[in-house]
């Protein structure tokens, strides 16, 4: 009962935008708005590697979705760090934020590894390694955007 309610609390706060809208992907993809703003370079070079189609954000959706618990952290600690973070924040883009915070955190070594959009779908899958640290720097960053 308690989870329920959790998990319809969760949606209707920070997932209004993909439970209640017929539309693709929800506020998703927004993330290209909030690149450009904050690293034009690596928004462009970015958008080059997915065809020049600011449409596609389909590389980002689990971890949109999953707030980054489906796959890519294997810590049960590390994940309640983050949904600590995010919760605690109250902010319904607090998803979107934290999408921009890891790909921002990781552009220096997505720009040197990935020449393709196979590589850059490879390297967001098996690449990103989550530590105490790294989720740190992850919640630093994401809270930068937010200001």
């Known amino acids: 009962f308690i989870a329920k309610k959790l998990i319809v609390s969760y949606l209707h ?17 927004a993330i290209w708005s909030i690149l450009k703003k904050y690293d034009y370079t690596f928004y462009k070079w970015l958008l080059n590697i997915l065809d020049n189609n600011e ?3 389909s590389f980002a959706l689990e971890w949109y979705i999953s707030w980054f618990s489906h796959s890519s952290i294997k810590e049960f600690s590390l994940i309640l760090k983050i ?22 955190i990781n552009k220096e070594k997505m720009m040197e590894e990935c020449e393709s959009l196979t590589d850059f779908i490879l390297f967001t899958k098996d690449d990103i390694k989550f530590n105490d640290e790294f989720v740190s720097e992850l919640i630093k960053k994401c809270h930068f955007i937010m200001q």
């Open 83 to 104: 949904y600590d973070f995010m919760i605690a924040t109250q902010n319904q883009q607090i998803g979107l934020y934290m999408v921009v915070a890891m790909m921002l």
């Open 13 to 29: 706060i920070f997932k209004s935008d993909l439970s209640l809208k017929s539309d693709n992907f929800g506020q998703l993809p």
């Open 55 to 57: 449409e596609d954000v």
